[in-house]
């Protein structure tokens, strides 16, 4: 078996999950959306066993990955036994914007 990384959400993130779940819940009800942000976030724990899956993000001018859930890409860096979830973005939206120092010191 793999070597099993940590997964870690960068606040940014975190906002654009909230923002899905509003955003479907005005349209389909809160369950649907909690429902749905809840598969999100296992999609991305997903990476924790095996991060090289996804593809290389070149628009994003840092080394990045991502992989797709339904119409959203969860765009993601590797670090030694760490996966940083970045973003959670909406194919629909183009290029998703990265700011590379969303960790911080923690990184």
Do not use: C
């Not at 999100?40 to 090289?52: D, I, Y």
Request: proline letters at 6%; glycine letters at 6%.
């Amino acid at each position: 078996m793999g070597q099993t990384h940590k997964a870690i959400f960068a606040p940014q993130s975190t906002r654009d999950i909230e923002m899905i779940v509003r955003y479907i819940a005005r349209q389909n009800g809160s369950e649907v959306a909690m429902r749905f942000g809840t598969d999100l976030v296992e999609k991305a724990l997903t990476l924790s066993s095996f991060p090289e899956r996804g593809r290389i993000v070149p628009e994003a001018g840092e080394p990045s990955h991502e992989i797709i859930f339904r119409s959203y890409r969860i765009v993601y860096r590797l670090k030694p036994a760490v996966v940083e979830v970045l973003r959670f973005w909406h194919a629909a939206r183009g290029v998703p914007q990265i700011d590379s120092d969303d960790f911080g010191a923690k990184a």
